[in-house]
T-cell receptor, first 111, second 112 residues
Framework: SQQGEEDPQALSIQEGENATMNCSYKTSINNLQWYRQNSGRGLVHLIL?????REKHSGRLRVTLDTSKKSSSLLITASRAADTASYFC???????????FGRGTSLIVHP | KAGVTQTPRYLIKTRGQQVTLSCSPI?????VSWYQQTPGQGLQFLFE???????NKGNFPGRFSGRQFSNSRSEMNVSTLELGDSALYLCASSAPSDNEQFFGPGTRLTVL
């Protein structure tokens, strides 16, 4: 079963707008990762945030983690058509290095 | 550094057959994980191999098996294929004690 659940399932925006995706999870985690997948291809790692961190940035990406609410958000600023993809959160907990993936948010950025 | 490679990229089989998929991890990565991705179930963890040993296993039937060789290359095998095995099979490698997974492009398996 999925540990993380992304919200919304689908998001459609115009180029230049910001895109925000959320991930909620059920049990305590060691870290949370965000991945991107372009149309049926392999996943690409975007960012990892540890349970003792609250915010991380990477280029146009900003990830926040609220362990009290068991939730994380991924913000993509000034989106581009090339950002069109599915975005997955993945959580790791306990002594396992194996991340558990959510079902993903499908993002479409219209040029 | 070369990325994770998977072969073949596409495969069509019929019910009852068996199939073997191959994965070559990033050089230096000793952990290889396999995932099944379907529209209905999402991304499901199959198993992980580390130093030729299965270290973690997901909740899949025994028809799904794998192995890892001394050079860290890994294979997964599915026997007695069912229609529901049609999926994108993804392989990922990671460095020791690292959560970040580097994914290959996947093998698209279609079972007719």
């Amino acid at each position: 079963s999925q540990q993380g659940e992304e919200d919304p399932q689908a998001l459609s925006i115009q180029e230049g707008e910001n895109a925000t995706m959320n991930c909620s999870y059920k049990t305590s985690i060691n870290n949370l990762q965000w991945y991107r997948q372009n149309s049926g291809r392999g996943l690409v790692h975007l960012i990892l945030i540890r349970s003792n961190e609250r915010e991380k940035h990477s280029g146009r990406l900003r990830v926040t983690l609220d362990t009290s609410k068991k939730s994380s958000s991924l913000l993509i600023t000034a989106s581009r058509a090339a950002d069109t993809a599915s975005y997955f959160c993945a959580t790791s907990r306990g002594g396992s290095y194996i991340p558990t993936f959510g079902r993903g948010t499908s993002l479409i950025v219209h040029p | 550094k070369a990325g994770v490679t998977q072969t073949p990229r596409y495969l069509i089989k019929t019910r009852g057959q068996q199939v073997t998929l191959s994965c070559s991890p990033i050089s230096g990565h000793r952990s290889v994980s396999w995932y099944q991705q379907t529209p209905g179930q999402g991304l499901q963890f199959l198993f992980e191999y580390f130093s030729e040993t299965q270290r973690n296993k997901g909740n899949f039937p025994g028809r799904f098996s794998g192995r890892q060789f001394s050079n860290s290359r890994s294979e997964m095998n599915v026997s007695t294929l069912e229609l529901g095995d049609s999926a994108l099979y993804l392989c990922a490698s990671s460095a020791p004690s690292d959560n970040e997974q580097f994914f290959g492009p996947g093998t698209r398996l279609t079972v007719l």
